[in-house]
């Protein structure tokens, strides 16, 4: 019988197809031009809200949720090269740093948005607070970095097809349902630490989850209004 593990748990998976949504919203809204731009701006806000919740996350959630537990080292990333390493349940270490390069790209951005002016009707809350050559710095800076978001999400997706057709693993099932099926034959691959840590997602996680995001929505929310 299949060993049915919990990896990524329910907050891990709101993160990730919100996030998923509102990007797709504010590069639909940002090309809609007029006054779709105030939307690509909430869009914007709400990614901030869902990065700074990862981030804690990243700290303070469960197992496979924790950076601690997915860290790509450099030891790491050649081990799993060089094909020696066991498998992992989590973010393998190239899909790791993968991760860290998408909350990365993600973060400048919303940085940069706070400031950018699009010379039209449309300012970021916080552009009024530094000098022009910073806005327009920013400005381009949110231009440019949107190739290498493009870049990074293609790979992303490319990556998990790859290993759908050619490893015959399905990461996109566990990114909805929250498990890994573990056939008792695959076990020895695995090292029994791993197979024997599932992440919790129970109640009292979800609720610490729920209240995390609403305080981060809160502040974010005054900050923005207030500015
Ligand atoms: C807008 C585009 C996307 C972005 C920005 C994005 C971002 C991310 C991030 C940040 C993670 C890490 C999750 C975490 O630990 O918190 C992740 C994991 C994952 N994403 Fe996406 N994602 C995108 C689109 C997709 C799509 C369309 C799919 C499905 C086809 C997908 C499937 C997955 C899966 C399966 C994982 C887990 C990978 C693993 O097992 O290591 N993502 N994604
Ligand atoms: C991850 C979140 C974000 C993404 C993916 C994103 C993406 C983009 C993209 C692709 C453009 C078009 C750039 C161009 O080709 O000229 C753009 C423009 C713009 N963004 Fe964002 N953005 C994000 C967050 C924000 C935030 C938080 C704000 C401000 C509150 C913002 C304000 C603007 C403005 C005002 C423009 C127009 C700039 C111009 O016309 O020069 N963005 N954004």
Redesign the pocket.
């Known amino acids: 019988m299949k060993k049915i593990i919990r990896v990524w748990d329910l907050p ?1 998976r709101v ?2 197809w919100l ?2 949504a509102c ?2 919203g504010s590069l639909v809204s940002v090309n809609l031009g007029g006054n779709a731009i105030e939307w690509h701006a909430y869009f914007g806000y709400s990614i901030l809200v869902l990065l700074v919740f ?1 981030v804690l996350w990243g700290f303070i959630g469960s197992t496979h ?1 924790r950076f601690v537990n997915f860290f790509p080292s450099k030891e790491k990333i050649l081990n799993y090269l060089s094909g020696n390493s066991p498998r992992v349940l ?3 270490p190239l ?1 790791a740093l993968s ?1 860290f390069a ?2 990365f790209v ?1 973060s400048v951005q919303v940085f940069t948005g706070l400031f950018v002016d699009d010379e039209i009707a449309f300012q970021g809350p916080l552009a009024k607070y530094i000098p022009n050559f910073l806005v327009s710095l920013f400005s381009e800076i949110h231009e440019a970095n949107q190739v290498l978001i493009y870049a990074l ?1 293609s790979v ?2 490319a990556a ?1 097809l790859f290993y759908k057709k050619f490893k015959g693993e399905d ?2 099932k ?2 909805l349902s929250g498990d890994k099926e573990i056939d008792p034959s695959e076990e020895a691959d695995y090292l029994p630490t791993d197979l024997g840590q599932p992440s919790k997602d129970g109640f009292l996680q979800r609720t610490l989850a729920l209240i995390l995001l609403s305080v981060i929505a809160v502040v974010v929310g005054y900050l923005i209004t207030s500015s």
């Open positions: 891990v993160f990730h996030l998923v990007l797709i990862r949720a989590g973010h393998n899909g991760v998408l909350l993600l999400i992303h997706i998990i990461l996109i566990p990114m």
